[in-house]
Structures are given as C-alpha cells and as structure tokens.
C-alpha cells in the first residue's frame, strides 16, 4: 500500500524558508511509474500545484513559483522535500505531497493526509 506523509514546522515567519518532508513507503521515489508532487490550497481556495519531481530526479516547477521553491528527493532515505524561500502570509495553506501518473496538474493517485502551513510573525 502506498503512503505518504508530510512534516515540517507548521507556522513560519515572513521572509523565511518553508521546509517540508513527504516521507513515501509502498513504493520506491525512483519508480518509473510515478512522479512526486507537492501540491497546496490556500485557505477558501483551491488546489495549486507547486512543482514535481520525477523519477530521475528531474524538477518542474509552477512559473508562479519557479524563483522561491526548490524540490529534492534523498533516494536513500525515500524522501523528497519542498523548499520555499521569502515566504509571505500568501504561502499559507495547507500543503499536500501526492504521487500522479503526470508530472503536471493536481490530478494525483495517493495523498498525503497534507500539513497546515501558518506565515506569520
């Protein structure tokens, strides 16, 4: 069975780094079967997909949010995490890591039960 789950520091200042982890088990991050996505939605909002990282390790990102968010994976450990610098009170929401068929879009086969992210001083 295939599971993900997200962690990281819920509330965070303006102008600092978001760092989250999506910690996968089922199924290994370098499968070709899948991509990894990190997806978020404001609140009253909706889903907006942030980026994805396939399984060569290749990154995509939202034009939106090219210059602020980074992805990486640690095959290793079978992580992949969000990285969002300058953050603003914009940022907030609750953040999803999901796996999908596709490397774009919010369209996503498994979800992580996602993790409440607060800016604010």
């Known amino acids: 069975q295939v599971q993900l789950q997200e962690s990281g520091p819920g509330l965070v200042k303006p102008s600092q780094t978001l760092s989250l982890t999506c910690t996968v088990s089922?199924?290994?991050?370098?499968?070709?079967?899948?991509?990894w996505k990190w997806i978020r939605q404001p609140p009253g909002g909706v889903f907006e997909w942030i980026g994805a990282?396939?399984?060569?390790?290749?990154?995509y990102y939202r034009p939106s949010l090219r210059s602020r968010a980074s992805i990486s994976r640690d095959t290793s450990k079978n992580q992949f995490f969000l990285q969002l610098t300058s953050v603003t009170p914009e940022d907030t929401g609750l953040y999803f890591c999901t796996n999908g068929r596709t490397l774009f879009g919010v369209q996503s086969v498994y979800w992580g039960q996602g993790t409440q992210v607060t800016v604010s001083s």
């Open positions: 990282i396939d399984y060569t390790g290749t990154t």
């Open positions: 089922g199924v290994s991050i370098t499968s070709d079967s899948y991509s």
